[in-house]
């Protein structure tokens, strides 16, 4: 009886740790300072939200494109991108101290995109501290 209740209790406390997309009215804009690159004008637009929960909520995200630093999300914050069609290779990882500072390595994932392409993706992690980028139509 106590291996079944502590495997319950392990169960609903993984559940409770994964990140969940944000709700239109919850999302904010990144400040300028923490945008660093593709801000001209380009032949495809990608938006970029970080999902909310407890898990790594007191660490940035780090986002790159085609492996350059290009912005720095907190929870519930979008940022927006123009980068040239074809291939692109969007990146994320966790940074900043103690916990942040774990280490787990860059997930990297490829997409194609086409000339005027607008295209939404999720900034999410994982109970064991993961990033990961996915396409999304929520937004």
């Known amino acids: 009886m106590r291996k079944l209740l502590l495997i319950i209790f392990v169960s609903l406390g993984l559940i409770g740790c994964s990140?969940?997309?944000?709700?239109?009215?919850e999302i904010k804009n990144v400040p300028m300072d923490r945008v660093f690159s593709y801000q001209n004008n380009d032949s495809s637009n990608i938006i970029v939200v970080r999902d909310k929960g407890i898990v790594g909520s007191a660490c940035f995200i780090n986002f790159f494109i085609n492996g350059k630093e290009s912005?720095?999300?907190?929870?519930?914050?979008?940022?927006s991108f123009y980068v040239p069609s074809g291939e692109i290779?969007?990146?994320?990882s966790l940074e900043g101290?103690?916990?942040?500072s774990f280490n787990a390595p860059r997930r990297e994932r490829s997409f194609i995109l086409k000339v005027g392409d607008v295209r939404y993706f999720r900034l999410s992690i994982d109970p064991n501290g993961n990033t990961d980028i996915m396409p999304t139509t929520l937004y």
């Open 19 to 25: 990140t969940t997309p944000p709700s239109q009215n």
């Open 71 to 79: 912005a720095k999300l907190e929870t519930k914050e979008r940022a």
């Open 89 to 92: 290779i969007l990146g994320a």
């Open 97 to 100: 101290r103690g916990l942040c």
